[in-house]
């Protein structure tokens, strides 16, 4: 074997290190993104942060001569810049402290909790008389955590001094509300409560309702043996009518209900920091990018003064300490650059966005929302759609009525399918309910082509019933 060395020239691609901080700058929360300041400031000491509050409040004679209003003004013009042109200010990192009428409030982004009481009240009410709620709120208050009915009908009937007809009546109606097998007397009527649900849907299982009715505890011992030798089908099909009750049935249907400190909550995004915010104006919509206020970063002045004497020539500076302040130095403006330049590609997408989207920034209402994609938003503005998908990632906005919504909500494309779909329930007939099926046909007639499983899907993200069970 013969070994030799030769030479080649190939070309490779690199990803430029600046390009890869921008980026990773770009697709931070304002969470992440102040942690990351804290974090730079602790390890370059080039760079400082300035704190302190403007004086003027926005209001002086001459706003030229103040220094507070010129910073302010530059940041505006730094902010309407093309998305990658470089700002003509002093190089420092400001937030906008202009003056707002309608202040970022934190406590009103917090959603309370939602729980299995007010979630089935809600329900219930459209479900029943006045008379009838009294005794569905008295089962609603009798459920334990797991959504099962924790007392009998008889001492309901009792101790609302009603007969028990009404009461299993009323307890019928709780049990066909969201979610299903909530107000069961046990685990197997919830699991048989279940298993109707998903047969009205067409997705039920005959052979385990079979099974749950007749033989409730070989099914909870899993004895396919006996199971099969009863309901004369294989062990194999036994085996796999269990499966099924497994993955598609829970014997605690409230427990996405349960508080954090015991399970999962139902919400799991009750409390959310805006990044953007909406603000309504006499003249359309302001702008304003969240984040970053307590500081107004800098390079310090000493680094600085002698970074730019190195760059003259003039200094006597060991070589180790060249490096050490050149390098602090540029990374403290790099990194300064790269918020300048999230600050501005944000403020310029949510400015595409609310201007594509004023119906629904008007409204509030879902139903005027258009559909739009990030292509769109990207070709609008001439730049790659790469970026605004970092740039709206895992971001949320404030909206003029103070809710916090995330980016992707302006970016759903079946929001008007999910509209029409409310809009076709709205005006049904309570006594005779429209069917998924018939939602299909008349979503055709209007010229929208879904399937009846999607509609199935989005009735059930709107968290509406299915037709049988919205009957009344």
């Known amino acids: 074997m ?6 080649r020239q190939t070309i490779s691609q690199r990803i430029d290190p600046k ?10 929360s304002t969470l992440e993104l102040d942690e990351t300041i804290e974090v730079e400031l602790a390890e370059n000491p080039a760079l400082e942060a300035i704190d ?16 507070d209003c010129s910073r302010r003004r530059a940041l505006r013009e730094a902010d309407d810049l093309p998305v990658g042109a470089e700002g003509a200010d002093d190089g420092r990192f400001r937030p906008d402290y202009g003056p707002r009428d309608n202040t970022y409030d934190e406590m009103a982004t917090i959603e309370a909790e939602v729980t299995l009481q007010d979630h089935l009240r ?11 709620y009294r005794i569905g709120d ?18 309901i009937a009792a101790e609302l001094k009603v007969d028990v007809a009404d009461v299993t009546r009323v307890l019928r109606v709780v049990q066909s509300l969201d979610p299903p097998g909530v107000g069961a007397r046990d685990v197997r009527e919830c699991m048989l409560i279940q298993l109707r649900s998903l047969r009205e849907e067409g997705r039920g299982n005959g052979l385990a309702e079979t099974m749950l009715e007749t033989h409730f505890d070989e099914v909870v011992r899993s004895r396919y043996g006996k199971l099969a030798r009863a ?21 605690y249907p409230a427990n996405q209900f349960r508080p954090p400190w015991v399970g999962k909550a139902r919400n799991s995004k009750a409390a959310v920091r805006p990044d953007v915010a909406i603000h309504r104006t006499n003249v359309g919509y302001e702008i304003e990018i969240l984040g970053g206020e307590s500081s107004v970063l800098g390079v310090n002045e000493k680094y600085r003064e002698t970074y730019d004497a190195i760059q003259r020539g003039d200094t006597s500076l060991s070589e180790e300490e060249r490096k050490h302040i050149v390098e602090y130095v540029e990374r403290a403006e790099l990194f300064i650059q790269h918020l300048k330049q999230r600050r501005r590609t944000l403020k310029q997408i949510t400015r595409c966005i609310a201007e594509m989207q004023q119906g629904f920034l008007d ?11 990030r292509t769109h938003i990207a070709a609008t503005l001439g730049i790659h759609e790469s970026t605004v998908s970092r740039a709206t990632a895992k971001k949320y906005v404030q909206l003029p009525n103070e809710e916090v919504v995330p980016f992707d909500l302006f970016f759903n494309g ?23 099926q018939r939602i299909v046909e008349i979503l055709a007639e209007r010229g929208i082509s879904v399937a009846r499983r999607t509609v199935v899907k989005y009735r059930e993200g709107l968290k509406i019933l299915s037709s049988t069970r919205r009957r009344r």
């Not at 013969?2 to 030479?7: E, N, P």
């Not at 302190?52 to 002086?60: D, N, S």
């Not at 008007?416 to 809009?423: A, L, Y």
């Open 2 to 7: 013969v070994l030799r060395q030769d030479q």
């Open 19 to 28: 390009l890869i901080m921008a980026n990773a700058i770009l697709q931070k």
């Open 52 to 67: 302190r509050e403007p004086v003027c409040p926005g209001t002086c004679i001459d706003p030229l001569a103040c220094p």
């Open 122 to 132: 809600s329900q219930l009410r459209a479900a029943v008389t006045e008379a009838d």
């Open 138 to 155: 008295y089962i609603v208050d009798s459920l334990d955590d797991n959504g099962l009915l924790g007392t009998t009908i008889e001492e």
């Open 231 to 251: 309901m004369g089908v294989t062990v194999d099909k036994a085996k796999e009518t269990i499966d099924f009750m497994r993955q598609c049935l829970n014997p």
């Open 363 to 373: 409204t509030g209402s879902r139903a005027y929302l258009i559909p739009l994609t």
């Open 414 to 436: 079946s929001v008007s399918i999910k509209s029409e779909i409310e809009k076709i329930i709205a005006a049904e007939d309570p006594a005779h309910p429209v069917s998924d």
